[in-house]
């Protein structure tokens, strides 16, 4: 008792301010670190109840203190929060996953200031820009702007008074042109500062400026017949309109926003997507993946997402376009849920890159761990379908008949979510007469899970029924005969809108298109399919056969078994020839086949 009531002494002392509040075991171990709008109502939530996740009631048992720091708004409380559990990573906090060190540009602080990419950030007085989420990013940038200035890349130390002392020659890149050699004071300080103000607006995205101002130049040296620099500066602003071009994707009326979008479908993992929009062209973009530990909702994952990523990025975006609202506010900033339009396709943007990122990830798991694949696919299946426990073992049924003739059925086997041909059956149906599925079904149904019980087989986790509601209940007849109902999660599908259809619930459910539980689940409906037409056919081509002959008196089914192993079909019989047949089933037996035929023509 003594915890409890220490807990609820804590909790009382706590303000009604918003803040970060840390959990505690008893080994002063930082178990979790949470923010709120209000410290007591947020703190108080956590005891007194059960909650929905395990996890959560295993945490707040674990509990033994609580600490908090208050902050003046809930957006100060989002920037603490992320900053202490990347410090401290706490067992129970998502981990926001991030094994790279991402490259920036940097304009370096110094005279003559170089341009080049670095992944270190150093706090030097230097500009960086970024970081950007791949090094191909960079190099475009940098050869875009190795192409239209001509900057040293030299790390002399070019101050004034070394300049004048004369204690430096000019090199190579000055020679074969991609330097003015500032390091001989060929090129004026003021001059390459004008070159690298123009890079800077390059590297924000203001690109429009750059390339206004260049024109107004060009306009200048054209008037003062100064033809050769306005050519060089005409090939400038093609290469500048050339990479906009490229980078347009929206309106360029959308400046400085910043987009999101969350992929959050899976058990352990989310994804997060970013797209930093200047006059509406992508400037950066990035895909970063969540590790969730206690259940978080989409809201709760976005909040820590946008808090980190504008904080990696220095966004200072006054507009953030986003699929839902998340748990939090920020000062000057207005959340966006576009409906159509621009913006719309900017979120749909960012979706594609999350599910691409999500798509190359698990790819990637799978080509070097197929179990991963195996496992992964099943869990899947398991939380879409709403089972108790991995279907392992699948089992898929389905009739086949051409105008009640001939009825067959035929079931298909997955185990570990691949074929499991060995394991495939087909059955003649035997006590239903003419077309009837659902009869069909439950006599199937029934025989098969009946001999597996006689013979002790492991029973199926799932067994998948091709049809709707009422193929489902036939089924569930048999399985309920049985004894078996409740033991074995059994599910229909219907082909028209692929609907899924549980027991005694006349609600389909309908699954993600793309997804893999209804791939996987038409895999085996195919399959089954197949697997029984082909035995359909089989038997019908054979009843064909065995009508025709056996309608001639005098032959039986070894005569006709003996003729069509030899001629292979009725047509190459009746074409044979008294004489050949009686190769084959003597000169009696060949007579009354002519004899036959010959009536019929």
Known sequence: MKKSIDISVQINSLPDSPGVYQFYNAENKLLYVGKAKNLKKRVSSYFGKTHDSSKTNILVRQIHDIRCIVVETEYDALLLENNLIKKYQPRYNVFLKDDKTYPWIIIKNENFPRVFYTRKFIRDGSQYFGPYASVGMVHMLLDLISNLYKLRNCNLKLTKENIEKKKFKVCLEFHIGNCKGPCEALQTEEDYDRSIHEIREILKGNISSVIRHLKNMMQRHSDSFEYEKAQAIKEKIGLLEGYQSKSIVVHPSIHNVDVYSIINNDESTAYVNFL?????????????????????????????????????????????????????EMEAVTFTVPKIGDKKHLLELSLKNAFYY???????????????????????????????????????????????????????????????????????????EGADDFASMEEVIFRRYRRMLDEKQPLPHLIIIDGGKGQLSSAMRSLEKLGLKGKIAVIGIAKKLEEIYFPHDPVPLYLDKKGETLRIIQQLRDEVHGFGITHHRKRRSKGVIHTELMNIKGIGEETAKILLKKFRSVKNIRQAGEKALAAEIGKAKAKLVENYFKEKT
């Open 276 to 328: 930093k929009i200047i006059n509406g062209a992508i400037l950066q973009s990035q895909t970063i993946e969540l590790k969730k530990k206690l259940n978080e909702n989409s809201e709760e994952l976005l909040a820590l997402a946008i808090t980190e990523l504008r904080q990696r990025y220095h966004s200072t975006a006054s507009e953030i376009i986003i699929p839902l609202i998340p748990e939090m």
């Open 358 to 432: 999500r798509k190359e990830k698990l790819n990637q798991l799978d080509r070097v761990n197929p179990e991963h694949r195996t496992e992964r696919i099943l869990n899947r299946m398991m939380q879409d379908l709403r089972l108790k426990e991995l279907p392992r073992h699948i089992e898929c049924f389905d009739n086949s008949n051409i105008q009640g003739s001939y009825p067959v059925a035929a079931m298909s086997v997955f185990k570990n979510a691949k074929p499991s041909k060995s394991d495939y059956r087909h059955f003649n149906i035997r006590t239903v």
